[in-house]
C-alpha cells in the first residue's frame, strides 16, 4: 500500500507548505497531491513543487472539470510531466455545482460525458496526434469555420495516469472504464463493496479490466489518541466538520457526499443533519453526528487502532492511502505523517512476511 498526502495552496504560508512536503518527501511518502477548490488552483504549485522535491509522484487532485477546456487540461498535464521528469499524475473531478456555476459561471451540465470525453481528448492530445474530436460536450476544431485539426507543438514523453474523482454510481462505473486511478472520499470500508466497489469492478468488466488495472486511492484524516478522554476529544471536535460535509457541501438539491454516505447505511441521519443545517441549526446537525461515523470514515484513534484500520482498508481493496495528518504547528503534522507512513510500511512488512513459504 503506497502513502500520500494532499495539501492546498492557499491553506496558509506557501513556504510552510513547501517544507511540509519536501520533509514528507524524505519520510518516504510516496504521492503528494494538490487541490484546487475555491481557492488557488493546482497547476502553478505542482510545477513549484517539482521543482523542490525529487522522488515523489505529484498530482493534480483535483483539477475542476468546467473551469477549463479539455486542451488547456492537456497542455498543463504534459507541460507538468515534462517538468517532473515523468512524476505527475493527472486528477480529474466535477467537482459540483456550487463551485462550477456559483463561482465560475459554468452550466454544471451532464458532468458524466463531460468527464469521458475529456479524458479522450487529453489522451489524444498527448499522444502527438493531430487533435480531431467529435462528441456531444466538444467539437475539435469548432465546425462551420476555417479551422483545421491541429497537434501540440510538444508531445508528452511520459505516460499520464489519470485519476478520476468520482462518487456517483454513474460516475464510478465510467471510472472503472477509463480510469488508472479512483480518488475516492466518504469512505467506509465496510459499506464500500455496495457503495463503491460494485459500480467500480462493474465499469473495469465493460471495459475488459481488471481492479490490479485501477489504483485504489483512498483519503481521511489521520490522528493519534494517547488514551481514551484524548480520543473522546477528538472525536468530538471532527462532527461539526462532517456535519458540513453532509449538510453544506454542493447545493440545495445536490450533495455528492451526502448520498454516499446515504448509500453506506446512514441514509435517514444523512438527511436529517443536511435538513438542519440548510435551515441553519448547524450545532443540531453536528448533534445528530454519532461517534461511530467520525471514527467509520478517518483514521483517528490510538496507535493499535489506526493499525487495525489501515489493516482493514488494504484487506477491502485500497492500493494508496491519503493521509490528511493533525496538528496544530507544521511539526505536528510531519509527526502524525511520519507515525502514519511507519505504520503502512509496519504492516506492509507483515503482509510480506506471511505471504513467505
Known amino acids: 500500500m503506497r502513502t500520500s498526502t494532499t495539501i492546498e495552496a492557499s491553506g496558509g504560508d506557501w513556504r510552510e507548505i513547501v517544507d511540509y512536503v519536501t520533509e514528507a518527501e524524505r519520510l518516504g511518502l510516496d504521492i503528494c497531491w494538490v487541490?484546487?477548490?475555491?481557492?488557488?488552483?493546482?497547476?502553478?504549485?505542482?510545477?513549484?513543487?517539482?521543482?523542490?522535491?525529487?522522488?515523489?509522484?505529484?498530482?493534480?487532485?483535483?483539477?475542476?472539470?468546467?473551469?477549463?477546456?479539455?486542451?488547456?487540461?492537456?497542455?498543463?498535464?504534459?507541460?507538468?510531466?515534462?517538468?517532473?521528469?515523468?512524476?505527475?499524475?493527472?486528477?480529474?473531478?466535477?467537482?459540483?455545482?456550487?463551485?462550477?456555476?456559483?463561482?465560475?459561471?459554468?452550466?454544471?451540465?451532464?458532468?458524466?460525458?463531460?468527464?469521458?470525453?475529456?479524458v479522450e481528448i487529453v489522451r489524444q492530445a498527448a499522444s502527438g496526434e493531430k487533435v480531431s474530436y467529435s462528441g456531444r460536450e466538444f467539437q475539435i476544431p469548432l465546425p462551420g469555420g476555417e479551422a483545421r485539426p491541429m497537434r501540440l507543438s510538444v508531445r508528452a514523453e511520459h505516460d499520464i495516469?489519470?485519476?478520476?474523482?468520482?462518487?456517483?454510481?454513474?460516475?464510478?462505473?465510467?471510472?472503472?472504464?477509463i480510469a488508472d486511478g479512483w480518488l475516492g472520499t466518504s469512505f467506509v470500508p465496510e459499506g464500500a463493496k455496495e457503495a463503491y466497489f460494485d459500480h467500480l469492478d462493474r465499469g473495469l468488466a465493460n471495459a475488459g479490466r481488471t481492479r490490479a488495472d485501477l489504483d485504489i486511492c483512498q483519503g481521511a484524516e489521520v490522528a493519534f489518541a494517547e488514551d481514551e478522554d484524548d480520543l473522546r476529544m477528538m472525536v468530538a471536535g471532527r462532527k461539526k466538520e462532517l456535519a458540513f460535509s453532509l449538510g453544506g457541501m454542493g447545493s440545495a438539491t445536490t450533495n455528492f457526499y451526502n448520498n454516499a454516505y446515504s448509500r453506506q447505511g446512514w441514509a435517514e441521519v444523512a438527511a436529517e443533519v443536511r435538513t438542519r443545517w440548510q435551515a441553519g441549526d448547524r450545532d443540531g446537525a453536528a448533534g445528530l453526528i454519532t461517534d461511530e461515523m467520525v471514527l467509520a470514515t478517518t483514521l483517528i484513534g490510538t496507535e493499535d487502532m489506526v493499525r487495525e484500520r489501515l489493516r482493514v482498508w488494504r484487506d477491502v481493496g485500497v492500493d494508496t492511502v491519503r493521509f490528511y495528518p493533525a496538528g496544530e504547528t507544521l511539526d505536528a503534522r510531519l509527526a502524525t505523517l511520519g507515525r502514519a507512513i511507519d505504520l503502512v510500511r509496519d504492516l506492509e512488512t507483515r503482509w510480506h512476511a506471511d505471504d513467505r513459504p
Not at 497547476?43 to 483539477?63: D, F, H, N, Q
Not at 487540461?73 to 456550487?98: E, K, M, N
Open 35 to 118: 487541490a484546487e477548490a475555491w481557492g488557488s488552483e493546482a497547476p502553478s504549485p505542482l510545477g513549484y513543487l517539482a521543482a523542490k522535491t525529487e522522488r515523489m509522484l505529484l498530482g493534480s487532485g483535483i483539477i475542476q472539470l468546467g473551469t477549463r477546456t479539455p486542451m488547456a487540461i492537456a497542455r498543463a498535464a504534459i507541460t507538468l510531466s515534462q517538468i517532473s521528469q515523468g512524476r505527475f499524475l493527472l486528477g480529474l473531478g466535477p467537482s459540483g455545482p456550487q463551485v462550477i456555476e456559483g463561482l465560475h459561471g459554468v452550466p454544471f451540465d451532464r458532468p458524466l460525458s463531460r468527464m469521458c470525453e475529456t
Open 161 to 177: 495516469p489519470v485519476y478520476l474523482a468520482t462518487l456517483s454510481p454513474k460516475m464510478l462505473h465510467l471510472t472503472g472504464e
